[in-house]
T-cell receptor
Framework: DTGVSQDPRHKITKRGQNVTFRCDPI?????LYWYRQTLGQGPEFLTY????????KSRLLSDRFSAERPKGSFSTLEIQRTEQGDSAMYLC?????????????FGSGTRLTVV | GESVGLHLPTLSVQEGDNSIINCAYS??????FIWYKQESGKGPQFIID?????DKRQGQRVTVLLNKTVKHLSLQIAATQPGDSAVYFC??????????FGAGTTVTVRA
């Protein structure tokens, strides 16, 4: 499988719990992005890595959110003390620097439901 | 706020007809626009892109038109098929690595 993989596909958690999602990008891609998508809306940018460096975080990413990409390969997105408003689809995408059409490839996402 | 949006949230089209999906943008500094297709339970899938120095670009059964005068982008799908049923998003890239998406148009193909 040469696509972007996300795990888990679905997560139901109780309010106040911590959750962690994983993204495995396309192996030769050095850029990795996290987006959030709520029902009926387009994806919204959360954060971006080039190799292991986190270069930008959106204001949407509160202090409860943290993302890492320790070895420049897979990435994790952790949400602490989840709130009902965190319920959304969390999408990961990757691309390669210099790719002709920015070559974004999205994963299928992790759907989070906070109850 | 978002700078990219779509005119209509839904579009119903007869199988075999052509579909036109519209998008208005407000950021004249955007230099790159992309159309994505998203099927239920999946992530957005790249369809076609166009740079701001172009007016038209064609792909397989799809054409994107860019009118910078009125800041309007459209996606035309020829001979729409049942597999084209999905949500379509336009997105803009202002030359950096982030994409700004509109709210999407849900296309339903009638048999």
């Amino acid at each position: 499988d040469t696509g972007v993989s996300q795990d888990p596909r679905h997560k139901i958690t109780k309010r106040g719990q911590n959750v962690t999602f994983r993204c495995d990008p396309i192996s030769e891609h050095n850029r990795l992005y996290w987006y959030r998508q709520t029902l009926g809306q387009g994806p919204e940018f959360l954060t971006y890595f080039q190799n292991e460096a986190q270069l930008e975080k959106s204001r949407l990413l509160s202090d409860r959110f943290s993302a890492e990409r320790p070895k420049g390969s897979f990435s994790t997105l952790e949400i602490q003390r989840t709130e009902q408003g965190d319920s959304a689809m969390y999408l990961c995408a990757s691309s390669s620097l210099g790719s002709g059409n920015y070559g974004y490839t999205f994963g299928s996402g992790t759907r989070l439901t906070v109850v | 706020g978002e700078s990219v949006g779509l005119h209509l949230p839904t579009l119903s089209v007869q199988e075999g007809d052509n579909s036109i999906i519209n998008c208005a943008y407000s950021n004249s500094a955007s230099d790159y626009f992309i159309w994505y297709k998203q099927e239920s339970g999946k992530g957005p899938q790249f369809i076609i892109d166009i740079r701001s120095n172009m007016d038209k670009r064609q792909g397989q059964r799809v054409t994107v038109l860019l009118n910078k005068t009125v800041k309007h982008l459209s996606l035309q799908i020829a001979a729409t098929q049942p597999g084209d049923s999905a949500v379509y998003f336009c997105a803009e890239n202002k030359g950096d690595y982030k994409l700004s998406f509109g709210a999407g148009t849900t296309v339903t193909v009638r048999a």
